[in-house]
């Protein structure tokens, strides 16, 4: 059987030019005669691939020195605690709940202090961004927390919100890489590379100096603390090695594709392709309000259940993966994230146009 289009939330497509590299060098990893999942943390040659990993996504995104990158373990959900464990000084945050993801990081951190949910769009199943313009930010707040794009509800921040000069401290899982960013507005940004990056197992921080201190919560493991990891150049313990080797390739395919701005323009591209269709179509919906549709995760449904699951079987059958969409949402999502190809979009549209005229 030859290759799908994997429209998975997560872990999700990856650049076939990437996955051809790694399979090229999968038993002997430019002349070392190892691969790479098989060398020393340690060698000369791993410590090159980590050191240019970090300079290309340095290049890609446009990090200044006073931020640190870390590569990291533990999924995004471990970011949940470390974030309160190392920057609640005064045991305050604010969190602003756009979806599943947003509310476990919110839950988390009032494990460790005061977590004030400052803003929420659950009301309406989260679909869509609450106005952030003139929040009620506590006086004291060490941070402000964001899910940047919600996977799960496929909504996204347009514009990040007002935090009136507290700092902001954003989930970009399903974002990550995705268009430029202006990383000095924030002063953590991480996310768990399983989307848009590269293998599950490996977490990306950037983190602004300043909030790299020693000075966390009482109790807080050795392996949570930012500063230990930052100290060794991520490479305190052995670090998801072979992942982070997939990150590098990846980092070095968005160059190649000319940036952050070039893949933001496709990106833009395919999601018109899609939402274009749902806007016109007869059977299918979208579940976001318009102005905050996220350019990753496209939910739409039928109304009917019943259409839902015949259309993700057939779909299937045509070689179109994963459409299922989550429990709390019912009915379908395409994930296109940037190693989507514009033809598997066309060929997602083309398939409900047919399914449409056959079952409405
Ligand atoms: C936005 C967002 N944050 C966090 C997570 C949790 O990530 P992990 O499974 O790496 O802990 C996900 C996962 O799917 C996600 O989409």
């Not at 340095?58 to 020195?65: A, K, N, Q």
């Not at 005061?114 to 929420?120: L, Q």
């Not at 399903?174 to 977490?203: H, R, W």
């Not at 259940?305 to 709390?328: C, Q, T, Y």
Request: charged letters at 25%; hydrophobic letters at 40%.
């Amino acid at each position: 059987m030859g290759r799908v289009y994997n429209f998975s939330a997560g872990p999700a497509v990856l650049p076939e030019e990437v996955l051809k590299e790694a399979a090229e060098e999968m038993m002997d990893y430019r002349g070392c005669g190892m691969s790479v999942m098989e060398m020393s943390h340690r060698s000369k040659t791993y410590q090159t691939i980590i050191d240019e990993a970090e300079a290309d996504l340095r290049e890609l995104i446009g990090i200044p020195d006073n931020y640190k990158v870390l590569f990291l373990q533990g999924g995004a959900s471990q970011q949940f605690a470390m974030i309160p464990m190392n920057l609640m000084k005064n045991k305050v945050a604010d969190y602003i709940v756009t979806g599943q993801w947003a509310k476990k990081a919110w839950q988390e951190a009032s494990k460790y202090g005061k977590a004030n949910k400052i803003a929420s769009s659950e009301d309406k199943t989260f679909s869509y961004i609450p106005d952030c313009s003139d929040l009620p930010v506590s006086e004291d707040a060490d941070y402000v927390y964001i899910c940047e794009n919600n996977t799960i509800y496929g909504t996204k921040f347009k514009t990040l919100p007002d935090t009136k000069g507290k700092t902001l401290v954003a989930d970009v899982s399903s974002c990550f890489l995705s268009e430029p960013v202006d990383i000095t507005k924030y002063g953590v940004m991480y996310g768990g590379v399983q989307k848009n990056i590269g293998p599950a197992g490996v977490v990306i921080d950037i983190i602004r100096e300043d909030l790299i201190t020693e000075d966390v919560l009482p109790g807080t493991p050795t392996m949570l603390q930012y500063k230990t990891h930052s100290d060794a150049g991520s490479l305190y313990n052995t670090p998801p090695a072979y992942g982070i080797y997939i990150c590098g390739k990846v980092f070095k395919w968005l160059k190649k594709m000319g940036g952050l701005a070039a893949v933001k323009e496709l990106n833009e591209k395919k999601a018109a392709i899609l939402y274009d269709y749902l806007d016109e179509s007869r059977l299918f919906k979208g579940t976001v309000r318009r102005e905050d549709r996220s350019l990753m995760n496209v939910p739409f449904i039928t109304g009917s259940e019943e259409l839902d699951a015949k259309f993700v079987k057939e779909a299937k059958e045509a070689g179109l993966e994963s459409l299922k969409g989550h429990r709390s949402v019912g009915g379908m999502r395409a994930s296109i994230y940037n190693a989507m190809p514009v033809a598997g979009v066309e060929k997602l549209v083309e398939f409900m146009k047919k399914f449409e005229a056959e079952n409405v």
